[in-house]
């Protein structure tokens, strides 16, 4: 039986709201045993919808033949938390012809994707989006986030951090809160704009039972 079997509606409800106050590490550590079984309950999607679309723009053949040319495709998962983007990207993506990051505030999160030996991560880090990142300039060919722009966590002015570590004409594929980018979006077309970079999507996306999501594709000139 899993964690959550054990707690009402109410009682994910109530967990899950707390991230809304305070998407910070303190709240993340204290959920970070249960933080699957939790958002299981309310059916959690964006992990698959940002692998999914991540795919969309990287075809199996083109990342063999980066890999085989001697530099595999490298990418960062901003904001990993415990694993599940690359648990899900393990499935459908042959991980031999990727390197896969994964970097987020939460030590705990981390610590619960280190023990999944099955999702693919080459390297994880401590990392605070909301500051320079600790990786070289335009190291990544591509970016994925999944949950972590939305109220209490993430905003666009973390962007800039983002597209200094990705390399040009690669892509950061993000989720948003449909509410939160709608709330933000100023914010976002200008720091896309500063950047240099172009928003190629915007599209609505299975995200979880209790909100609406959407991924944003951009592209760094
Ligand atoms: C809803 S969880 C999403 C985790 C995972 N990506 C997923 O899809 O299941 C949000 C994550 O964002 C992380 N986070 C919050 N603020 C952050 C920041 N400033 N820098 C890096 N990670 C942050 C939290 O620690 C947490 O692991």
Not at 8 to 16: G, L, Y
Not at 27 to 46: C, I, K, N, S
């Amino acid at each position: 039986m899993s964690a959550a079997a054990t707690l009402t509606f109410e009682e994910v409800k109530t967990r899950i709201r707390a991230t809304e106050k305070d998407g910070g590490p303190t709240t993340y550590r204290d959920l970070a045993p249960g933080y699957e079984a939790v958002f299981e309950q309310v059916e959690w999607a964006a992990p698959q919808s940002i692998v999914t679309k991540w795919m969309e723009h990287y075809s199996p053949e083109s990342l063999q033949a980066q890999a085989a040319s001697g530099r595999k495709h490298r990418i960062l998962d901003a904001g990993c938390g415990t694993g599940l983007v690359g648990e899900y990207m393990s499935t459908v993506v042959q991980m031999d012809n990727v390197e896969l990051y994964g970097g987020d505030i939460t030590p705990e999160m981390i610590e619960q994707a280190k023990m999944k030996k099955n999702a693919g991560y080459m390297d994880f880090k401590i990392i605070n989006l909301k500051k320079e990142l600790p990786y070289e300039e335009e190291y990544f060919d591509s970016i994925v986030s999944s949950g972590v722009f939305y109220v209490a966590h993430c905003g666009p002015d973390c962007l800039p951090n983002i597209f200094r570590v990705l390399k040009k004409g690669g892509i950061l594929v993000t989720t948003s809160r449909k509410a939160f980018y709608e709330e933000t979006k100023e914010g976002w077309d200008k720091y896309i704009r500063e950047s240099n970079c172009t928003l190629l999507e915007a599209v609505d996306i299975p995200y979880h039972t209790l909100a609406k999501g959407i991924s944003l594709v951009i592209k760094k000139n």
